[in-house]
Protein backbone atom coordinates (compact mmCIF):
# COMPACT_ATOMS: atom_id res chain seq x y z
CA UNK A 1 0.00 0.00 0.00
CA UNK A 2 1.37 3.54 -1.02
CA UNK A 3 2.30 5.03 2.09
CA UNK A 4 2.80 8.55 3.10
CA UNK A 5 6.06 9.20 5.22
CA UNK A 6 7.14 12.59 5.78
CA UNK A 7 6.01 16.01 3.84
CA UNK A 8 7.01 19.42 3.76
CA UNK A 9 5.34 22.90 2.94
CA UNK A 10 7.19 25.88 1.80
CA UNK A 11 5.10 29.30 1.64
CA UNK A 12 4.25 32.43 3.18
CA UNK A 13 2.90 30.94 6.02
CA UNK A 14 6.13 29.34 6.70
CA UNK A 15 8.91 26.65 6.04
CA UNK A 16 7.54 23.55 7.62
CA UNK A 17 4.54 21.79 7.50
CA UNK A 18 4.14 22.15 11.27
CA UNK A 19 3.83 25.93 11.25
CA UNK A 20 1.76 26.17 7.43
CA UNK A 21 -1.23 23.69 9.02
CA UNK A 22 -0.82 25.33 12.31
CA UNK A 23 -1.41 28.65 10.67
CA UNK A 24 -4.28 27.61 8.99
CA UNK A 25 -6.09 25.83 11.62
CA UNK A 26 -5.81 29.23 13.06
CA UNK A 27 -7.14 31.24 10.10
CA UNK A 28 -4.35 32.98 9.20
CA UNK A 29 -4.10 33.44 5.47
CA UNK A 30 -0.77 34.05 3.25
CA UNK A 31 -2.68 36.08 0.94
CA UNK A 32 -1.46 39.98 0.28
CA UNK A 33 -2.43 42.92 -2.20
CA UNK A 34 0.01 43.39 -5.06
CA UNK A 35 -0.85 46.49 -7.15
CA UNK A 36 0.74 45.15 -9.86
CA UNK A 37 4.18 47.36 -10.78
CA UNK A 38 5.86 45.15 -8.32
CA UNK A 39 5.57 42.46 -11.18
CA UNK A 40 5.39 44.43 -14.27
CA UNK A 41 1.60 44.51 -15.08
CA UNK A 42 -0.69 47.30 -14.92
CA UNK A 43 -3.61 45.64 -12.80
CA UNK A 44 -3.65 45.14 -9.40
CA UNK A 45 -3.84 41.69 -7.75
CA UNK A 46 -4.06 39.52 -4.27
CA UNK A 47 -1.20 36.71 -4.15
CA UNK A 48 0.42 34.48 -1.72
CA UNK A 49 4.48 35.05 -1.97
CA UNK A 50 7.33 33.54 -0.51
CA UNK A 51 9.40 36.01 1.76
CA UNK A 52 12.37 36.21 -0.71
CA UNK A 53 14.78 37.30 2.06
CA UNK A 54 13.86 34.04 4.24
CA UNK A 55 14.06 32.07 1.69
CA UNK A 56 17.70 32.35 0.77
CA UNK A 57 18.64 32.53 4.48
CA UNK A 58 17.29 29.59 4.78
CA UNK A 59 18.50 27.95 1.86
CA UNK A 60 22.13 29.28 2.16
CA UNK A 61 21.60 27.58 5.05
CA UNK A 62 21.81 24.53 3.68
CA UNK A 63 25.18 22.92 2.82
CA UNK A 64 26.34 23.14 -0.76
CA UNK A 65 24.17 25.74 -1.58
CA UNK A 66 26.85 27.29 -3.58
CA UNK A 67 27.55 24.81 -5.66
CA UNK A 68 25.41 26.10 -8.34
CA UNK A 69 23.47 28.96 -9.31
CA UNK A 70 20.00 27.62 -8.65
CA UNK A 71 16.78 29.64 -9.10
CA UNK A 72 13.97 30.51 -6.50
CA UNK A 73 12.32 27.90 -7.36
CA UNK A 74 14.94 25.57 -7.60
CA UNK A 75 16.10 26.70 -3.75
CA UNK A 76 12.59 26.24 -2.38
CA UNK A 77 11.90 23.01 -3.60
CA UNK A 78 15.63 21.29 -2.14
CA UNK A 79 14.77 23.22 1.48
CA UNK A 80 11.37 21.51 0.87
CA UNK A 81 13.03 18.20 -0.37
CA UNK A 82 15.84 18.82 2.67
CA UNK A 83 13.14 19.29 5.46
CA UNK A 84 11.24 16.21 4.42
CA UNK A 85 13.65 14.17 4.37
CA UNK A 86 14.86 14.71 7.96
CA UNK A 87 14.66 12.08 10.60
CA UNK A 88 14.34 9.15 7.67
CA UNK A 89 16.67 6.42 7.04
CA UNK A 90 16.59 7.10 3.67
CA UNK A 91 19.76 8.16 1.58
CA UNK A 92 18.51 10.09 -1.51
CA UNK A 93 21.43 9.02 -3.08
CA UNK A 94 20.09 6.03 -3.50
CA UNK A 95 19.46 4.58 -7.07
CA UNK A 96 15.86 2.52 -5.39
CA UNK A 97 15.06 6.23 -4.70
CA UNK A 98 13.09 8.56 -7.77
CA UNK A 99 13.02 12.14 -7.90
CA UNK A 100 9.61 13.80 -9.23
CA UNK A 101 9.22 17.28 -9.76
CA UNK A 102 5.69 18.50 -10.29
CA UNK A 103 5.36 22.31 -12.17
CA UNK A 104 2.89 24.04 -14.76
CA UNK A 105 5.51 26.64 -15.91
CA UNK A 106 9.01 26.13 -13.88
CA UNK A 107 11.65 28.54 -14.35
CA UNK A 108 9.39 30.52 -16.74
CA UNK A 109 11.08 33.89 -15.30
CA UNK A 110 13.99 33.46 -16.98
CA UNK A 111 12.17 34.43 -20.42
CA UNK A 112 12.48 37.68 -19.02
CA UNK A 113 16.17 39.31 -20.24
CA UNK A 114 16.61 41.09 -16.86
CA UNK A 115 15.61 37.68 -14.87
CA UNK A 116 17.86 35.71 -16.34
CA UNK A 117 21.34 36.66 -16.57
CA UNK A 118 23.95 34.56 -14.42
CA UNK A 119 21.61 31.44 -14.94
CA UNK A 120 22.07 28.71 -17.50
CA UNK A 121 20.40 28.85 -20.74
CA UNK A 122 18.57 25.41 -19.79
CA UNK A 123 17.12 25.98 -16.90
CA UNK A 124 14.70 27.29 -18.45
CA UNK A 125 13.40 24.24 -19.53
CA UNK A 126 11.53 21.98 -16.64
CA UNK A 127 14.11 18.55 -17.04
CA UNK A 128 16.42 21.25 -16.24
CA UNK A 129 15.15 21.95 -12.78
CA UNK A 130 14.67 18.30 -12.06
CA UNK A 131 17.54 17.17 -12.74
CA UNK A 132 19.51 20.04 -10.72
CA UNK A 133 17.18 19.66 -8.25
CA UNK A 134 18.01 15.58 -7.87
CA UNK A 135 21.52 16.27 -8.60
CA UNK A 136 21.85 18.47 -5.80
CA UNK A 137 20.50 15.25 -3.62
CA UNK A 138 23.35 12.93 -5.73
CA UNK A 139 20.55 10.94 -7.07
CA UNK A 140 21.42 8.90 -9.86
CA UNK A 141 18.26 9.00 -11.66
CA UNK A 142 16.68 10.78 -14.26
CA UNK A 143 14.35 12.75 -12.66
CA UNK A 144 10.49 12.63 -13.72
CA UNK A 145 9.30 15.64 -15.05
CA UNK A 146 4.88 15.97 -14.45
CA UNK A 147 3.70 19.02 -16.05
CA UNK A 148 -0.23 18.91 -16.38
CA UNK A 149 -1.90 21.96 -16.37
CA UNK A 150 -3.12 22.74 -12.12
CA UNK A 151 -3.58 18.75 -12.07
CA UNK A 152 0.07 18.20 -12.48
CA UNK A 153 0.74 17.46 -8.06
CA UNK A 154 -1.90 14.70 -8.07
CA UNK A 155 -0.42 13.66 -11.72
CA UNK A 156 2.51 13.12 -10.03
CA UNK A 157 1.43 11.31 -6.94
CA UNK A 158 -0.32 9.34 -8.97
CA UNK A 159 2.79 8.35 -11.16
CA UNK A 160 4.78 8.07 -7.71
CA UNK A 161 2.04 5.42 -6.86
CA UNK A 162 2.65 3.20 -10.18
CA UNK A 163 6.21 3.46 -9.69
CA UNK A 164 5.89 2.02 -5.90
CA UNK A 165 3.86 -0.47 -6.90
CA UNK A 166 5.55 -2.02 -9.81
CA UNK A 167 8.66 -2.44 -7.56
CA UNK A 168 11.00 -0.11 -9.54
CA UNK A 169 11.73 1.62 -6.59
CA UNK A 170 11.19 1.68 -3.10
CA UNK A 171 11.21 5.75 -2.05
CA UNK A 172 9.56 8.29 -4.05
CA UNK A 173 10.09 12.03 -3.31
CA UNK A 174 7.43 13.77 -4.71
CA UNK A 175 8.18 17.81 -5.28
CA UNK A 176 5.19 20.07 -6.64
CA UNK A 177 6.24 24.09 -6.83
CA UNK A 178 5.62 27.35 -8.89
CA UNK A 179 6.77 30.82 -8.34
CA UNK A 180 5.01 34.29 -9.37
CA UNK A 181 6.21 35.81 -12.91
CA UNK A 182 5.43 38.53 -14.78
CA UNK A 183 4.39 35.60 -17.32
CA UNK A 184 1.94 33.91 -15.22
CA UNK A 185 0.03 37.11 -14.12
CA UNK A 186 -0.38 38.57 -17.20
CA UNK A 187 -1.87 35.41 -18.83
CA UNK A 188 -4.25 35.28 -16.06
CA UNK A 189 -5.32 38.86 -16.32
CA UNK A 190 -5.55 38.34 -19.87
CA UNK A 191 -8.25 35.73 -18.76
CA UNK A 192 -9.96 38.34 -15.99
CA UNK A 193 -9.28 35.34 -13.87
CA UNK A 194 -7.88 36.99 -10.99
CA UNK A 195 -9.49 38.69 -8.62
CA UNK A 196 -8.25 42.43 -6.17
CA UNK A 197 -9.78 40.88 -2.85
CA UNK A 198 -9.23 37.94 -1.18
CA UNK A 199 -10.39 34.77 -3.14
CA UNK A 200 -14.29 33.71 -1.88
CA UNK A 201 -14.07 29.92 -2.96
CA UNK A 202 -18.09 28.70 -3.86
CA UNK A 203 -19.14 31.87 -2.50
CA UNK A 204 -21.55 34.20 -4.19
CA UNK A 205 -19.89 37.17 -4.56
CA UNK A 206 -16.49 35.73 -5.81
CA UNK A 207 -14.79 37.26 -8.47
CA UNK A 208 -11.73 35.36 -9.26
CA UNK A 209 -8.45 33.65 -8.04
CA UNK A 210 -5.36 34.29 -6.45
CA UNK A 211 -2.18 32.86 -7.72
CA UNK A 212 0.16 31.23 -4.59
CA UNK A 213 4.00 30.51 -4.58
CA UNK A 214 4.73 27.08 -2.73
CA UNK A 215 7.02 24.21 -2.81
CA UNK A 216 5.86 21.27 -1.26
CA UNK A 217 7.46 17.65 -1.05
CA UNK A 218 5.43 14.06 0.20
CA UNK A 219 8.01 11.06 0.35
CA UNK A 220 6.00 8.12 -0.19
CA UNK A 221 7.02 4.22 -0.15
CA UNK A 222 5.01 0.93 -0.55
CA UNK A 223 4.50 -1.04 2.50
CA UNK A 224 2.08 -4.58 2.78
CA UNK A 225 -0.87 -3.77 4.79
CA UNK A 226 -0.02 -6.00 7.67
CA UNK A 227 3.33 -3.60 8.44
CA UNK A 228 1.07 -0.47 8.63
CA UNK A 229 0.90 1.56 11.81
CA UNK A 230 -2.15 3.36 13.50
CA UNK A 231 -1.74 6.95 12.08
CA UNK A 232 -0.42 5.98 8.48
CA UNK A 233 -1.94 7.77 5.66
CA UNK A 234 -2.36 5.56 2.50
CA UNK A 235 -2.39 6.61 -1.24
CA UNK A 236 -5.76 4.81 -1.75
CA UNK A 237 -6.54 5.54 -5.32
CA UNK A 238 -5.98 8.54 -7.90
CA UNK A 239 -7.55 9.07 -11.08
CA UNK A 240 -7.02 11.55 -13.74
CA UNK A 241 -9.81 11.57 -16.21
CA UNK A 242 -9.73 14.64 -19.34
CA UNK A 243 -13.19 15.68 -20.42
CA UNK A 244 -11.48 18.06 -23.28
CA UNK A 245 -14.50 20.26 -22.79
CA UNK A 246 -12.43 23.86 -23.62
CA UNK A 247 -8.84 25.01 -23.60
CA UNK A 248 -9.34 27.14 -20.33
CA UNK A 249 -12.90 26.00 -19.52
CA UNK A 250 -14.36 23.64 -17.30
CA UNK A 251 -17.10 20.99 -18.39
CA UNK A 252 -19.97 22.79 -17.16
CA UNK A 253 -21.66 19.06 -16.32
CA UNK A 254 -18.75 17.96 -14.40
CA UNK A 255 -17.90 15.63 -16.15
CA UNK A 256 -14.35 14.73 -16.13
CA UNK A 257 -14.54 15.36 -11.85
CA UNK A 258 -17.53 13.35 -11.67
CA UNK A 259 -15.53 10.59 -13.70
CA UNK A 260 -12.48 10.80 -11.60
CA UNK A 261 -14.57 10.86 -8.36
CA UNK A 262 -16.65 7.49 -9.74
CA UNK A 263 -13.14 5.91 -10.35
CA UNK A 264 -11.77 6.74 -6.68
CA UNK A 265 -14.76 5.73 -4.80
CA UNK A 266 -15.77 2.23 -6.69
CA UNK A 267 -16.19 0.08 -3.97
CA UNK A 268 -15.97 2.60 -1.17
CA UNK A 269 -18.28 3.19 1.48
CA UNK A 270 -19.14 6.98 1.22
CA UNK A 271 -19.94 7.29 4.99
CA UNK A 272 -16.35 6.41 5.75
CA UNK A 273 -15.39 10.11 4.44
CA UNK A 274 -14.58 12.92 6.16
CA UNK A 275 -14.54 15.67 3.78
CA UNK A 276 -13.58 16.45 0.16
CA UNK A 277 -10.94 19.09 0.00
CA UNK A 278 -12.09 20.85 -3.44
CA UNK A 279 -10.04 22.50 -5.96
CA UNK A 280 -12.00 25.64 -5.00
CA UNK A 281 -10.53 28.09 -7.03
CA UNK A 282 -13.30 30.98 -6.95
CA UNK A 283 -13.91 31.17 -10.64
CA UNK A 284 -17.56 31.19 -11.77
CA UNK A 285 -17.42 28.21 -13.72
CA UNK A 286 -14.63 26.00 -11.42
CA UNK A 287 -16.98 26.18 -8.61
CA UNK A 288 -20.02 25.51 -10.71
CA UNK A 289 -18.36 22.58 -12.03
CA UNK A 290 -17.00 21.06 -9.11
CA UNK A 291 -20.67 21.64 -7.29
CA UNK A 292 -22.30 19.44 -9.89
CA UNK A 293 -19.57 16.84 -9.98
CA UNK A 294 -19.82 16.31 -6.30
CA UNK A 295 -23.71 16.27 -6.15
CA UNK A 296 -23.16 13.53 -9.50
CA UNK A 297 -20.92 11.33 -7.23
CA UNK A 298 -23.51 11.56 -4.48
CA UNK A 299 -21.20 13.58 -1.94
CA UNK A 300 -23.71 16.39 -1.40
CA UNK A 301 -24.21 14.82 2.58
CA UNK A 302 -19.52 15.08 2.93
CA UNK A 303 -18.31 17.97 4.56
CA UNK A 304 -16.55 20.22 1.67
CA UNK A 305 -13.57 22.50 2.31
CA UNK A 306 -11.09 24.78 -0.03
CA UNK A 307 -7.80 25.88 0.62
CA UNK A 308 -7.09 28.42 -2.13
CA UNK A 309 -8.07 31.27 0.95
CA UNK A 310 -4.85 30.33 2.66
CA UNK A 311 -2.36 29.50 0.36
CA UNK A 312 -3.68 31.06 -3.40
CA UNK A 313 -3.14 28.34 -6.22
CA UNK A 314 -0.27 27.07 -6.16
CA UNK A 315 -0.47 25.88 -9.49
CA UNK A 316 1.77 22.78 -9.99
CA UNK A 317 2.45 22.52 -6.61
CA UNK A 318 -1.32 22.26 -5.51
CA UNK A 319 -1.83 18.85 -5.81
CA UNK A 320 0.77 18.15 -3.57
CA UNK A 321 0.47 20.86 -1.12
CA UNK A 322 -2.95 20.23 -0.26
CA UNK A 323 -3.14 16.67 -0.34
CA UNK A 324 -0.25 17.47 2.83
CA UNK A 325 -2.25 19.94 4.96
CA UNK A 326 -5.87 17.41 4.35
CA UNK A 327 -3.87 14.43 5.12
CA UNK A 328 -2.89 16.23 8.39
CA UNK A 329 -6.82 17.21 9.37
CA UNK A 330 -7.57 13.69 8.27
CA UNK A 331 -5.15 12.69 11.23
CA UNK A 332 -6.40 15.34 13.29
CA UNK A 333 -9.78 14.04 12.84
CA UNK A 334 -11.24 17.95 12.04
CA UNK A 335 -12.23 19.31 8.41
CA UNK A 336 -10.66 23.42 7.87
CA UNK A 337 -12.78 26.10 7.40
CA UNK A 338 -13.04 27.22 3.67
CA UNK A 339 -11.10 30.76 4.23
CA UNK A 340 -13.51 33.61 2.07
CA UNK A 341 -16.59 31.74 1.83
CA UNK A 342 -20.05 33.52 3.41
CA UNK A 343 -23.60 32.61 0.74
CA UNK A 344 -23.53 29.82 -1.37
CA UNK A 345 -23.10 30.94 -4.75
CA UNK A 346 -23.26 27.75 -6.86
CA UNK A 347 -26.91 25.85 -8.28
CA UNK A 348 -26.41 22.22 -5.81
CA UNK A 349 -25.86 22.76 -2.50
CA UNK A 350 -22.87 22.06 -0.75
CA UNK A 351 -21.81 21.45 2.72
CA UNK A 352 -18.81 23.82 3.17
CA UNK A 353 -16.94 23.95 6.35
CA UNK A 354 -17.92 27.65 7.29
CA UNK A 355 -15.59 26.93 10.57
CA UNK A 356 -12.81 24.24 11.67
CA UNK A 357 -14.51 21.84 13.21
CA UNK A 358 -14.35 17.98 14.52
CA UNK A 359 -15.18 15.31 11.52
CA UNK A 360 -15.44 11.52 12.06
CA UNK A 361 -14.34 9.39 8.85
CA UNK A 362 -10.92 7.58 7.81
CA UNK A 363 -10.99 8.81 4.62
CA UNK A 364 -10.42 11.91 2.53
CA UNK A 365 -10.47 13.29 -1.14
CA UNK A 366 -8.44 15.73 -3.12
CA UNK A 367 -10.04 17.56 -6.30
CA UNK A 368 -8.42 18.96 -9.12
CA UNK A 369 -8.80 20.78 -12.19
CA UNK A 370 -6.92 22.05 -14.55
CA UNK A 371 -6.81 23.93 -18.53
CA UNK A 372 -7.55 21.51 -20.81
CA UNK A 373 -10.23 19.98 -19.63
CA UNK A 374 -8.32 17.72 -17.30
CA UNK A 375 -9.36 17.06 -13.65
CA UNK A 376 -7.96 14.41 -11.07
CA UNK A 377 -9.01 13.06 -7.84
CA UNK A 378 -7.09 11.01 -4.92
CA UNK A 379 -8.32 9.46 -1.79
CA UNK A 380 -6.39 9.10 1.37
CA UNK A 381 -7.24 6.73 3.68
CA UNK A 382 -6.06 6.57 7.38
CA UNK A 383 -4.77 3.43 8.68
CA UNK A 384 -5.70 1.48 11.56
CA UNK A 385 -9.02 3.59 11.50
CA UNK A 386 -11.63 1.87 8.59
Not at 145 to 172: K, P, T
Not at 212 to 223: I, M, Q, S, W, Y
Not at 270 to 278: K, M, S
Not at 358 to 380: D, E, H, Q, T, W
Amino acid sequence: MTTLLSDNIVSALGFTTDENFRKVRSGVSGLRFFDGQQMGVSDPFVASVIDGAALDCAFHALPRATEHRYTRLEKAVILSVADALKGLSIDPADKRVLFILSTTKGNVCLLDSTENEGYEPLQICLWRSAELIAGYFGNPNTPLVVSNACISGACALIAAQRALQAGRYEHVIVAGADMLSRFVIAGFLSFKALSRETCKPFDARRSGLNIGEAAATLVLTEKPAEALRSGEVVLTAGAVCNDANHISGPSRTGEGAYLALRRILSGVDIGELAFVNAHGTATLYNDEMEAIAIHRAALQDIPVTGLKGYFGHALGGAGVLESIVSTRALREGIVLKTSGFDTPGVSRPLRIATHTRPVKGCRCINMLSGFGGCNAAILYTLAGEE
